[in-house]
């Protein structure tokens, strides 16, 4: 069932307003710039509305659906601009204060707060494990791609991958939020 | 999860290849052949379908941000206009040549919401995420007469469970608090409490089992909430 089939512009508002503020940090992490994560961001809903792009609930969550459509926007729009690829540090916080905080709201912070702890969790691996994590994802760079960029072979990249990618995994079983804690809960 | 690894020399490079393709770094070629092994190995699906909330987790790691709020409006802009461009053909084709002025006066800002719940007859029971057999989707849920017509809210299912989420609910005093129920054969249960943000948006999860639930509604109660409702609904999602 298509999510924008019936064109209902009030329930569309919700969708964004539920899922727009992830999809703008996932845009503006891969893009690294605040005026293309923004047009990113506005592209990749866009297309989810005007589209009869379909949710496949066999393969996860809404919002994982929706995240996976404004990652491939960003790598377009990264692969496009000619763009480095982002910055492999964690730590974007100089990104985060020259954002206006003002209207910050408690669920923000929650998220925030979650986003932290599944930072934490990712920052357990081999740096060389989540290097080609974050090439790959963040980067959207193909495995062929990152074993010349590091000057390793293909399937020690391949390998990292995969541990890297299995032990996060196992941690999530051990108890990592699976989905973000909802606001404004008393 | 079953473990067919070395049966064959193919297979466990197929195997090998789950990660980088669950990452989307496979090139194309290798993606579409491993697609091809993939519908014929059990023990690879498996697989991937566990290391993909692996994945899914990278992008809610990054630091959240506040999107720009005039992101938001001009986004909403466009959707509403082409909404109103949508319809507006049907009318167009529909009626006299002198309405369509009017057509255009129906669709202003101020009355796009009321109108649109005219115009999308086929929209009024809200929009479904959902395919036979499938635990997920997304009702739009509706404000009662005795809430702000621009109420708006979607009960999103998943696995027996459900998120409320909603837009424009009216502000609060200090020590009122908004309830959501759950209506089983014509009665009311409590179920969670919630205030919503300074932007007047809030999520609200409805805990499970829904699967025999009728609807789920929200009220304004008493801080600490109450066993039964006080007030009138003011949002209802139908499940059934």
Wanted: hydrophobic share 40%; proline share 7%; with cysteine.
């Amino acid at each position: 069932m298509s999510l924008v089939d019936d064109k209902d512009p009030d329930a569309f508002e919700v969708f964004y307003d539920r899922h727009g503020g992830a999809a703008y940090s996932l845009a503006h992490r891969i893009v690294g710039d605040p005026g293309m994560a923004e047009d990113v961001t506005q592209e990749a809903f866009l297309s989810i509305w005007r589209s009869k792009a379909r949710f496949d609930a066999a393969r996860g969550s809404v919002r994982a659906w929706a995240l996976g459509i404004v990652r491939n926007r960003a790598i377009d729009a990264l692969r496009s601009a000619s763009r480095p690829a982002p910055k492999l540090d964690r730590d974007d916080d100089s990104v985060l204060e020259s954002q206006p905080a003002g209207e910050r709201t408690e669920a923000e912070a929650i998220r925030r707060e979650t986003a932290g702890r599944l930072r934490k969790a990712l920052g357990v691996l081999p740096r060389e494990q989540s290097q080609v994590i974050e090439l790959a994802y963040f980067g959207g760079f193909s495995h062929s791609e990152i074993a010349e960029m590091l000057g390793a072979p293909l399937g020690t990249i391949k390998g990292r991958m995969r541990i890297g990618l299995e032990k996060i995994r196992a941690t999530l079983a051990e108890g990592i939020p699976e989905d973000d804690v909802p606001g404004a809960y008393l | 999860m079953s473990d067919h690894l070395g049966e064959s020399t193919g297979h466990e490079r197929y195997r090998g290849d789950l990660a980088a393709y669950a990452l989307g770094a496979l090139e194309q070629r290798e993606a579409a052949e491993l697609q091809r092994h993939l519908a014929d190995c059990e023990a690879c699906r498996m697989h991937l379908r566990w290391l993909e909330p692996a994945v899914d987790l990278l992008p809610r790691s990054v630091e959240q941000l506040e999107p720009p709020a005039g992101l938001r409006k001009r986004l909403m802009a466009t959707v509403r206009a082409e909404a109103r461009d949508a319809s507006g053909a049907g009318i167009a084709a529909a009626e006299p040549r002198r309405w369509r002025d009017w057509g255009t006066l129906f669709w202003r800002p101020a009355t796009a919401v009321a109108a649109s719940a005219l115009l999308i007859v086929g929209a009024a029971a809200g929009y479904l995420l959902h395919q036979p057999g499938d635990s997920s989707s997304v009702i739009t849920a509706r404000p009662s007469s005795a809430a702000p017509s621009n109420l708006a809210g979607t009960l999103e299912r998943e696995d027996g469970s459900a998120i409320l989420t909603m837009s424009r609910l009216p502000a609060l005093p200090p020590n009122d608090v908004y309830e959501v129920w759950v209506k089983r054969d014509g009665t009311l249960a409590p179920s969670s409490l919630f205030v919503p943000r300074r932007d007047r948006t809030a999520e609200a999860a409805v805990p499970g089992p829904l699967d025999d639930a009728d609807a789920v509604l929200v009220t304004r109660e008493p801080r600490g909430g109450s066993q039964h409702p006080t007030s009138s609904p003011l949002l209802r999602a139908t499940l059934r």
